[in-house]
Structures are given as C-alpha cells and as structure tokens.
T-cell receptor, first 111, second 119 residues
Framework: GQQVMQIPQYQHVQEGEDFTTYCNSS?????IQWYKQRPGGHPVFLIQ?????EVKKQKRLTFQFGEAKKNSSLHITATQTTDVGTYFC???????????FGDGTTLTVKP | EAEVAQSPRYKITEKSQAVAFWCDPI?????LYWYRQILGQGPELLVQ????????DSQLPKDRFSAERLKGVDSTLKIQPAELGDSAMYLC?????????????????FGPGTRLTVL
C-alpha cells in the first residue's frame, strides 16, 4: 500500500533559525496536505498542494510539491516559539480517495 | 467558528470491555473520518463515510471495531472487546467535499479527540 515518510522525526532549533521538513511518498500523489498539531492538540489544516512543482507561501512558511508529485517540503524561515508542534503531511493517492499521513516532524524552538 | 465535537474526551476501560465514541461533524459536511493516532505517529485512517455510506474501511479491525453513521450526520465508533493495544487517541474529522482524487481542496477539520486508555 501507499507509504508516506517524513524526515527528520525531530528537529530542535534556536529561535530565529530556519526549519525544513521533508515528505516522501512511495506512489504518485494527486494532492498533498500539510497539518500542524500543537502539543496536546489536534491536527489543524495548513495548506493543500495539487500541481506539479507548486510552491505556496504563508507568511514565514513555504510549501513545495515536487515535479514528480511524490515529495513535498515545508520550510519555516526565522522560527518563533509559536511554531512549536508536530508537522504532518498527508498524501492522497491518485487512484483512491484515502489520505495517508506521515509520522510527522516534531519541532522544538529554544528561545 | 463551527467545530467538530467528540465525546468523551477521555476514556479509561479494562480490557475485554466495550467502549463507544461519538462524533458530531461540522454541519453540512458530507464526509466523516475516524482516525487512530498512536503517540509519536501520524493519524491512521480507520473508516471514511460519505453521507451514511462507508467508502473506505480497509484499515478497520472488523473483528472488534464497528462504525456507523445512520442518518449521515453524527457517527459512533465502537470497540468490543477492547485490547491493551487499542490505547490511543481516536480522532474524528469532517470535510465538505468528497475525498475524491483530484484537485478539490478537501480540508479535513479535526475534533479534539478521545484519549482511550485500556488497562
């Protein structure tokens, strides 16, 4: 079945440093979504990418979808303590409606 | 802002007992999802409903788990009998468009979850 892998599993940064998490799928995706889960909270939708090579920005967050639609990345510029949490990607298979979540990257930010 | 409601928030039970979780999606959302999230892992889809119909339950352990959405609105997930390995967070989510492959923005809105502990 479809597998979605995320690296790194954990990332510790100093406030102000940049952060990147990578998501790789074993199959071609129709779209990919990114979610953020704060400690003790539930996943909250951030963005959806659909087109090959697509790049979207939300303030300090930049999301990319690979040309082959099998990988994606989330980059945060100048991290803040409010960025703390676990970032999940969720890939939807081209041939099925099911979303498969990666195991997330947990970001901690030291003030 | 409309939210997905879940109850109970916490449940402690002994193994071999039956447990049930309830979810009320955002009004008008046709698609409802039940996920299981083990600590340190991503959510794993258990079952997906489109209105009252199941569209995917391939990962649902059907020997002990059941889910229903009789009127296409709220939903119940049941485990009978519960096992130690069922301890996890059970998340419900809803979206306003069907989970079709394609270019739809089918944002999934998650509820607060039910934390299940099986002793």
């Amino acid at each position: 079945g479809q597998q979605v892998m995320q690296i790194p599993q954990y990332q510790h940064v100093q406030e102000g440093e940049d952060f990147t998490t990578y998501c790789n799928s074993s199959t071609t995706l129709s779209n990919i979504q990114w979610y953020k889960q704060r400690p003790g909270g539930h996943p909250v939708f951030l963005i959806q990418l659909v087109k090959s090579g697509e790049v979207k920005k939300q303030k300090r967050l930049t999301f990319q979808f690979g040309e082959a639609k099998k990988n994606s990345s989330l980059h945060i510029t100048a991290t803040q303590t409010t960025d703390v949490g676990t970032y999940f990607c969720a890939g939807r298979n081209t041939n099925a409606g099911k979303s498969t979540f990666g195991d997330g990257t947990t970001l901690t930010v030291k003030p | 802002e409309a939210e997905v409601a879940q109850s109970p928030r916490y449940k402690i039970t002994e193994k071999s007992q039956a447990v049930a979780f309830w979810c009320d999606p955002i009004s008008g959302h046709a698609t409802l999802y039940w996920y299981r999230q083990i600590l340190g892992q991503g959510p794993e889809l258990l079952v997906q409903f489109q209105d009252e119909s199941v569209v995917d339950d391939s990962q649902l352990p059907k020997d002990r788990f059941s889910a229903e959405r009789l009127k296409g609105v709220d939903s119940t997930l049941k485990i009978q009998p519960a096992e130690l390995g069922d301890s996890a967070m059970y998340l419900c989510a809803s979206s306003s468009t069907p989970g079709l492959a394609g270019g739809f923005t089918d944002t999934q809105y998650f509820g607060p979850g039910t934390r299940l502990t099986v002793l």
